[in-house]
T-cell receptor, first 114, second 118 residues
Framework: QQQVKQSPQSLIVQKGGISIINCAYENTAFDYFPWYQQFPGKGPALLIAIRPDVSEKKEGRFTISFNKSAKQFSLHIMDSQPGDSATYFCAAPNSGGGADGLTFGKGTHLIIQP | EAGVAQSPRYKIIEKRQSVAFWCNPISGHATLYWYQQILGQGPKLLIQ????????DSQLPKDRFSAERLKGVDSTLKIQPAKLEDSAVYLC????????????????FGNGTRLTVT
């Protein structure tokens, strides 16, 4: 069964600063690593995802960096804004069995202070 | 497009009672997932369907939890009897198996049902 370890558990960043969240996985059926963002009372929503053959993906202020040899990937939020305050989850595909599901980390509660 | 619909939004029951949750996935999404999210933790997969067949139920506590998707569209998750540790948000998600994760069909989540067992 896939294991995904996420850190830190909580993070406080000043407005305009860089937020960095890290994730490590054990095994994966294929290279697809998403980050989901969840606001209180809502379901998680896909923020950004990285697919095979690339080590970095950038979308606006959000960047995923992927280190395949270390089995780690991270989310960087540049110029963090109060509206980015949410819980962030990394995820990795379940290993084997043909199931196309995801195993999620425990989440990082991010607070951006104005 | 309409999102994943779930009901009820909230449910409070006493331990040993039974409860059922309903999910309607995005139209055309043949793959449906039920996740359990305990407060302060990430979502944990309980069961995955493709059409009306079970793909993965390895983490479903089968002595008390059951799920069905009889016509390959809507799904129901049932707990009987409920325990205190079942207090959580139950999330339903869907995606398209024809595209899958690698081809840009991410999991789309509903807003969940918050269950409190007293």
């Amino acid at each position: 069964q896939q294991q995904v370890k996420q850190s830190p558990q909580s993070l406080i960043v000043q407005k305009g600063g860089i937020s960095i969240i890290n994730c490590a996985y054990e095994n994966t059926a294929f290279d697809y690593f998403p980050w989901y963002q969840q606001f209180p009372g809502k379901g998680p929503a896909l923020l950004i995802a990285i697919r095979p053959d690339v080590s970095e993906k950038k979308e606006g202020r959000f960047t995923i960096s992927f280190n395949k040899s270390a089995k780690q990937f991270s989310l960087h939020i540049m110029d963090s804004q109060p509206g980015d305050s949410a819980t962030y989850f990394c995820a990795a595909p379940n290993s084997g069995g043909g199931a196309d599901g995801l195993t999620f980390g425990k989440g990082t509660h991010l607070i951006i202070q104005p | 497009e309409a999102g994943v619909a779930q009901s009820p939004r909230y449910k409070i029951i006493e331990k040993r009672q039974s409860v059922a949750f309903w999910c309607n996935p995005i139209s055309g999404h043949a793959t449906l997932y039920w996740y359990q999210q305990i407060l302060g933790q990430g979502p944990k997969l309980l069961i995955q369907f493709q059409n009306n067949g079970v793909v993965d139920d390895s983490q479903l506590p089968k002595d008390r939890f059951s799920a069905e998707r009889l016509k390959g569209v809507d799904s129901t998750l049932k707990i009987q009897p409920a325990k205190l540790e079942d207090s959580a948000v139950y999330l339903c998600a869907s995606n398209s198996p024809f595209q899958g994760l690698l081809r840009g069909s991410p999991l789309h989540f509903g807003n969940g049902t918050r269950l409190t067992v007293t």
